[in-house]
Nanobody, 125 residues
């Protein structure tokens, strides 16, 4: 069983920045990739970005292009989501996910086995 723990959410004004962290209890059990998702009230969970442990990144360019960056610290078994130039529409609960079962559909939240508890990000105008 892999446990994920997000932290770093909070409230900021538009244009501000936040860095989310996702600590992983078992790097070896987390699969080949990790993803960041978000869910706003009344909306479906949306892919934000992901990282392959072997190298490589993917982003939801439509919504976060050039503003969000994923990085990793293997020594700390932690993945980060740096969010800059935040907009009110970025307001959501952000989740990290691991245990990807279907690489071809990595944007689908339904193909991940493990989820963190989520962290709230609120961006005010």
């Amino acid at each position: 069983q892999v446990q994920l723990a997000e932290s770093g959410g909070g409230s900021v004004q538009a244009g501000g920045s936040l860095r989310l962290s996702c600590a992983i209890s078992s790097r070896s059990g987390s699969g080949i990739a990790m993803g960041w998702f978000r869910q706003a009230p009344g909306l479906e969970r949306e892919f934000v970005g992901g990282i392959l442990w072997s190298g490589g990144y993917a982003y939801n360019t439509d919504s976060v292009k050039g503003r969000f960056t994923i990085s990793r610290d293997d020594a700390k078994s932690t993945v980060y989501l740096q969010m800059n130039s935040l907009k009110p529409e970025d307001t959501a609960v952000y989740y990290c996910a691991a245990g990807l079962r279907d690489f071809a559909n990595y944007r689908d939240p339904g193909v991940y086995n493990y989820w963190g508890q989520g962290t709230q990000v609120t961006v005010s105008p």
